[in-house]
T-cell receptor, first 116, second 117 residues
Framework: AQTVTQSQPEMSVQEAETVTLSCTYDTSESNYYLFWYKQPPSRQMILVIR??????QNATENRFSVNFQKAAKSFSLKISDSQLGDTAMYFC?????????????FGQGTILTVHP | GAVVSQHPSWVICKSGTSVKIECRSLDFQATTMFWYRQFPKQSLMLMAT?????????EQGVEKDKFLINHASLTLSTLTVTSAHPEDSSFYIC?????????????FGSGTRLTVV
């Protein structure tokens, strides 16, 4: 079974600064995908960024980037130039390749607060 | 993009009654749907996987007689919480998979907040 661990229950950052959210996972599989989801107060799940395990290059999406360390099974999210709208709960998630497409294992979540 | 409609968005029911939550894919055929449960400020936990036309596969520890899942068509899956009790109060989220879209072909519904009084 796969597990995902987010060791930071809460984080805070000043507007315009940079913050990094941590995530580690455990799996014996080699083909998988990793995701960061944002859940604002509306509780709608919003995909922030995704990473295919077979790709060495770290994914980036505008202000969001990841540091994917496959050997260490680490997948951290960096948010640059933080904005008030980034305030939300963030989940790291794992998905196996193949027949498990769509079946996600989530970490415990990190509540991020961006202060003006 | 793909749209998944989940209804109701919130529901209050009396203890002992049953409540049904619908998850509908509006513009694609979802062969597989997933049901998650989330307690306040906690993680999403997968409850079950439903495949169209067959019985749902429940995760360990989830009572299949309590949480009835039906996936009778390629666009609709329902979760029925039977004989609900206050401890069933939670946020329930579905996601639907479009098999033609590969690894990223799944979309979340907007969730249902269930309160049992």
């Amino acid at each position: 079974a796969q597990t995902v661990t987010q060791s930071q229950p809460e984080m805070s950052v000043q507007e315009a600064e940079t913050v990094t959210l941590s995530c580690t996972y455990d799996t014996s599989e080699s083909n998988y995908y990793l995701f960061w989801y944002k859940q604002p107060p509306s509780r709608q799940m919003i995909l922030v960024i995704r990473q295919e395990a077979y790709k060495q290059q770290n994914a980036t999406e505008n202000r969001f980037s990841v540091n994917f360390q496959k050997a260490a099974k680490s997948f951290s999210l960096k948010i640059s130039d933080s904005q008030l709208g980034d305030t939300a709960m963030y989940f790291c998630a794992f998905m196996l390749s193949g027949t498990s497409y769509g079946k996600l294992t989530f970490g415990q979540g990190t509540i991020l607060t961006v202060h003006p | 993009g793909a749209v998944v409609s989940q209804h109701p968005s919130w529901v209050i029911c009396k203890s002992g009654t049953s409540v049904k939550i619908e998850c509908r894919s509006l513009d694609f055929q979802a062969t597989t749907m997933f049901w998650y449960r989330q307690f306040p400020k906690q993680s999403l936990m997968l409850m079950a996987t439903s495949n169209e036309g067959s019985k749902a596969t429940y995760e360990q520890g989830v009572e299949k007689d309590k949480f009835l899942i039906n996936h009778a068509s390629l666009t609709l899956s329902t979760l029925t919480v039977t004989s609900a009790h206050p401890e069933d109060s939670s946020f329930y989220i579905c996601s639907a998979r479009d098999p033609g879209q590969g690894a990223y072909g799944y979309t979340f519904g907007s969730g249902t907040r269930l309160t049992v009084v």
